[in-house]
């Protein structure tokens, strides 16, 4: 194996490698579907995260790898790393996650879901009944969509489209039994599910099997008048990068349609076939798609196991899942129809899932049928399938509101999506733009001008996620209702800079990447330093999904050494190593995984002026979040607000069921310490939410009762 160091191993780290940290990360989310902590189908789906994610990390990280290698490029990475040896590892460490993750869903999860009735069988397993059943399923569903692809002379080996799901077949004409075999590929259209459910009237149980081996059994009825000497499952997976120059292209829009077309026809990066595959056939299929045995990743069970995701939903089986749970709405903000007064007459910060995103919506709708309001800007970065967001938006441009919508289209595995939303929203009226030429719009804005008398007045939203409705429900993150005039004004002049030509924009209470996030963090994490250096406390708590920014890890460096705590919170990829001796003693990193994914991010000052001490917002802390992106952080000035922010925060520092230390040594260690009580932040914060609902229900009772007229005025 090539030396993936390039300098001297007795020189301390200072940096962990991006890619490695990320698989990590992956690790821990695959520790979690071997974790008894959870319900056995919500394991199924931290599974299937698994295969997501490392779908993900090939079609990006280590195609990028790939390329600068094929490039002859040799210069290392922060971490000391080169490209070549990089790789090699990567791909052996990836290996290694994909076959621990198969070993998960063959000796735990599959035997654990068969004995709670759950059960995955083979088609030679099957009852007599089951296989009538399924074979019948097979004629009426299955056979008439799919199309063998013939291999020959005539036919070459055809168009394989990225992450989709094929069988390689291997054949013998009947009449010509000593000629070679035939070659043929069936590919399985998407349209078709993956776990077939065997329906069976009577039965306990619920029995389920994986298309590929449906297909893969049956695959005979494809060719009559031939035998089939063998079929294997097998799925390529192709470098995703979008290649779009927005200086050389005259319509973004319809560049990112082409560029999206050849995506699924990317250069292969990874093959995944049955572990089973005739030597003979793996070798002709690498010389087809042109990769090398080093990038086979070879499978013990069904191919692609993110088609787990919808057992949860195929399984009517409450005791196997999360306990049901209801977002609150706060009494203030639980009335669409007096939703701008309310906000009118003070600030509303709501923490999801905890919070329900119910009232963005219910404003968004609120917005589009209010005959006072005059215009609405919104930025869409993701958002979900059949979203009210857009809909909203849609209705009020029917209603003669001026709205304009600011769409990324290079949102990663969203473009196809976002480039339909923005068609549909063009044809009934919306104003859709792409923001700024070689920026990414990763904010998350919203405003409203509202006429109110004589004068127009504004409202926003300004959150740390997307505006989807779907994804909030499992994914933390804060929103933050306001008219305050400083805020408003901000977010006016952010929508000019993004649809007009402003090119160094000034904001009074934002900070906004590119312009001047990036500095004023610096500057901040600075300040706590002198103030150490005073001897004053000094402490710097952060919450981010990554952290790689270099000149962030340096400033953090140098604040630990003057003394001060950091103490931080990263999800994924981290590269800054704790712990290490007169260079960051002081700081410490924690991730939590758990029932939600958590998305928001904080970033707090303990010696900045009060109203400036605690921001929220949009930003990793990484280089282009900080360059390029746009991106917005706001503060948190209201005492109560932050101080739920910040005992939020303590908390992850209290878990000791679900959080984890990361060492010097770049491992993570769970954080449990005996003889303490055990405490689960998102747990603890689920019973908070339950707690303040039945609180203001009954409050609303005991006041209808008396015939006190209801107070909405009380929010979060």
């Not at 097998?234 to 120059?245: A, K, M, P, Q």
């Not at 509303?348 to 049928?369: E, G, I, K």
Request: glycine share 6%; aromatic share 10%.
């Amino acid at each position: 194996m090539a030396d993936r160091k390039t300098q001297s191993p007795e020189v301390p780290a200072r940096f962990f490698n991006r890619e490695l940290s990320w698989l990590a990360f992956n690790e821990r989310v695959l520790d979690q579907a071997f974790s008894e902590h959870y319900p056995l189908l919500e394991r199924t789906r931290f599974l299937s995260f698994v295969s997501s994610n490392l779908d993900q990390f090939y079609e990006i990280r280590v195609a990028g790898l790939m390329q600068k290698v094929d490039a002859g490029i040799t210069r290392p990475s922060l971490d000391g790393s080169a490209p070549q040896g990089l790789l090699e590892e990567v791909r052996q460490r990836a290996k290694s996650m994909s076959q621990r993750e198969y070993a998960c869903w063959r000796e735990s999860l599959q035997p654990s879901l068969a004995k709670n009735g759950v059960v995955f069988k083979s088609i030679e397993q099957l009852s007599k009944s089951e296989f009538t059943w399924l074979r019948a399923y097979f004629r009426r569903e299955v056979f008439p969509v799919l199309t063998p692809l013939a291999i020959d002379p005539t036919h070459p080996f055809p168009l394989i489209l990225n992450k989709s799901l094929n069988l390689f077949v291997s054949l013998r004409n009947l009449r010509r039994k000593k000629a070679p075999p035939l070659r043929a590929v069936v590919q399985v259209p998407r349209i078709l599910p993956r776990l077939v459910k065997i329906e069976q009237e009577g039965s306990k149980a619920e029995v389920f099997v994986f298309l590929s081996e449906v297909v893969r059994y049956f695959v005979s009825d494809l060719f009559p008048g031939h035998e089939v000497l063998g079929a294997w499952a097998f799925r390529i997976t192709r470098n995703s990068h979008l290649y779009v120059d927005e200086e050389e292209v005259e319509n973004l829009m319809l560049s990112i349609e082409e560029e999206l077309h050849n995506r699924r026809k990317g250069a292969a990066v990874r093959l995944e076939i049955d572990e089973q595959v005739d030597p003979e056939v793996l070798n002709y299929l690498l010389k087809s798609i042109q990769l090398a045995e080093g990038d086979v990743v070879r499978i013990n069970g069904p191919i692609n196991l993110f088609r787990l995701m919808s057992l949860p939903d195929l399984v009517d089986r409450p005791d196997l899942k999360f306990s049901p749970f209801e977002a609150r709405v706060p009494n203030a903000l639980s009335m669409s129809g007096k939703l701008f007064k309310e906000i009118a007459k003070k600030d509303y910060l709501l923490h999801h899932p905890y919070d329900s995103f119910t009232p963005m919506v219910d404003l968004l709708r609120a917005a589009a049928v209010d005959p006072e309001v005059f215009a609405i800007k919104l930025t869409i970065y993701r958002t979900s399938g059949d979203s009210p967001v857009i809909k909203a938006l849609m209705d009020a441009a029917e209603n003669g509101k001026q709205v304009t919508a600011m769409v990324e289209l290079k949102a990663r595995f969203d473009e196809e999506a976002n480039v339909t939303w923005s068609r549909k929203m063009e044809e009934v009226g919306v104003h859709v733009v792409y923001g700024l030429s070689g920026l990414k719009t990763h904010c998350k804005c919203c405003l409203i001008v509202r006429r109110e008398g004589s004068k127009l007045k504004r409202y926003a939203h300004l959150g740390t996620g997307n505006y989807n409705p779907s994804t909030a429900k499992s994914y933390t993150d804060y929103s933050l209702f306001t008219s305050d005039v400083a805020f408003t004004a901000d977010l006016a002049n952010l929508f000019n800079t993004l649809t007009g030509y402003t090119r160094k924009p000034t904001f009074k209470k934002i900070l906004v990447a590119p312009f001047n996030l990036h500095a004023e963090m610096m500057r901040l994490i600075e300040q706590e330093a002198v103030a150490a250096k005073k001897g004053k406390f000094a402490r710097i708590l952060i919450k981010v999904n990554s952290l790689v920014d270099p000149e962030a890890i340096h400033a953090m460096y140098a604040a630990s050494k003057a003394g001060v705590k950091v103490d931080l919170v990263v999800r994924g990829i981290c590269g800054l190593v704790p712990g290490v001796k007169g260079l960051s003693e002081n700081i410490t990193v924690r991730s939590l995984l758990g029932r939600f994914l958590e998305h928001s991010r904080v970033y707090h000052f303990h010696n900045a002026p009060a109203g400036k001490r605690t921001y929220l917002g949009s930003a990793d802390w990484m280089p282009r979040n900080f360059f390029r992106r746009v991106e917005v952080v706001f503060p948190v000035e209201g005492k109560d607000m932050e101080q739920e922010v910040l005992e939020t925060m303590e908390g992850f520092f209290r878990d000791n069921e679900f959080a984890t230390e990361l060492r010097t040594r770049g491992n993570y260690v769970s954080a449990v310490k005996r003889g303490r009580k055990a405490f689960a932040l998102q747990d603890s914060l689920v019973e908070k939410s339950i707690e303040a609902t039945n609180l203001e229900v009954e409050t609303l009772r005991l006041r209808r009762a008396s015939g006190k007229p209801e107070d909405q005025s009380k929010g979060n």
